[in-house]
């Protein structure tokens, strides 16, 4: 297991560089040209620029978080070829600095969603959080809470750019429904398959967040069937999960370790988030500590240790504490702590074993 850390980088991240590195275990930091569009070709001289940057620290680039995926390709869009070519190309140009897992997700529309963004937990600090009944609300509202929420930080998939343009993206999914969008994610696999055999680089999906339909549009990595179902309609060592616990947490029906220990050799990387429900089907992030949520944390780090599982691990969101001031989810501390909690727990399965 190798422990990542994402950052936004410089002049758009409040963590710096040189706190990451004083968290203990830390050895990649989780990356991404932020201010891409879907759909553009990452430069070797922008790639070039974060290596640089990074390996200064001694962290290695592995991981990148995201490289998000052009709507006409979802869609089937009259320009999906032109678009899976320049994905192909970002592919071999990230190849040359060593990435080894390209993290992306095929949610129409909205990435993640929330309602809240800082709700006060009962221990004075706040973390993100989804009331259900708040969701029904328009979609465009939707994205105008969020974008003045996060004033000032550019928040994947809730680029202000693309969300200008909303009523014309709802349109655009009208005709793909979710079949449709099935047979798109196909399509776009297919053709990045051998270019990832050759370029020894694992496409990591992640899950759906949260995974159940929203505003009428189809959402498709949401449970244990679907999971396997995706795995097997690309059936490749390179087609793989970024496995967010907290994503697929999310439903309560959904056994997080079950999933890991079913299909852990397709995972190349893992999010660990825990999560809280509530009985009316609202949730809260909450603490990496396995008794604040419900998602079975120590369980999950217990499958990934069964497993030897030796991908890339990040702690997902954290909770903003100590009056911290950061992008909603990506602070410092909390998320230091939670990097703690696992590598507590892994170090300890460790010893356990050794003395087996
Ligand atoms: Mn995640």
């Not at 071999?92 to 060593?98: A, I, M, W």
């Not at 696999?189 to 680089?201: F, G, H, S, Y």
């Not at 949520?293 to 599982?309: P, S």
């Amino acid at each position: 297991m190798k422990m990542g850390f994402r950052w936004y980088g410089s002049g758009n991240d409040t963590v710096t560089l040189s706190e990451i590195r004083q968290i203990p275990g830390v050895s990649e930091i989780v990356w991404a040209l932020h201010y891409k569009q879907p759909g553009e070709i990452w430069e070797t001289d922008e790639i070039q620029k974060v290596r640089d940057e990074l390996s200064g620290f001694g962290f290695g680039m592995s991981v990148v978080e995201s490289v998000n995926v052009h709507d006409d390709i979802k869609t089937a869009g009259r320009n999906r070829d032109l678009y899976i070519g320049n994905y192909i190309q970002t592919l071999r140009n990230l190849s040359r600095f060593g990435v080894k897992v390209v993290c992306y997700n095929f949610m129409p529309v909205f990435d993640w969603t929330r309602t809240d963004l800082f709700h006060p937990l009962p221990d004075g600090s706040t973390a993100l959080y989804y009331e259900k009944s708040r969701i029904k609300r328009d979609p465009a509202e939707m994205a105008e809470y969020i974008l003045s929420e996060t004033k000032g930080y550019t928040m994947p998939g809730w680029e202000p750019e693309r969300l200008a343009g909303l009523n014309g993206l709802f349109e655009l999914y009208k005709k793909t429904d979710k079949e449709a969008l099935w047979a798109n994610l196909k399509y776009f696999l297919d053709a990045l398959m051998p270019v990832c055999r050759e370029c020894d680089i694992k496409m990591a999906i992640h899950p759906d967040d949260p995974p159940w339909d929203i505003f009428g549009l189809p959402r498709l990595l949401v449970d244990e069937p679907a999971v396997g179902r995706f795995l097997s309609m690309v059936n490749d060592p390179y087609n793989c999960l970024t496995l967010c616990s907290g994503s697929l947490g999310a439903d309560p029906r959904n056994n997080v370790p079950d999933i890991i220990r079913r299909y852990c050799g397709r995972i190349a990387f893992a999010h660990i988030r825990n999560v809280k429900h509530y009985p009316n089907g609202d949730f809260s992030e909450v603490s990496h500590r396995d008794r604040d949520g419900d998602t079975g944390i120590l369980e999950i780090i217990r499958a990934y240790h069964d497993c030897g599982f030796d991908g890339y691990i990040r702690p997902d969101h954290g909770r903003h504490i100590w009056n911290e001031k950061c992008r909603p989810g990506y602070g410092l501390y909390d998320r230091a702590l939670g990097i703690m909690y696992i590598l507590g727990a892994w170090d300890m399965l460790d010893k356990l074993d050794e003395r087996q």
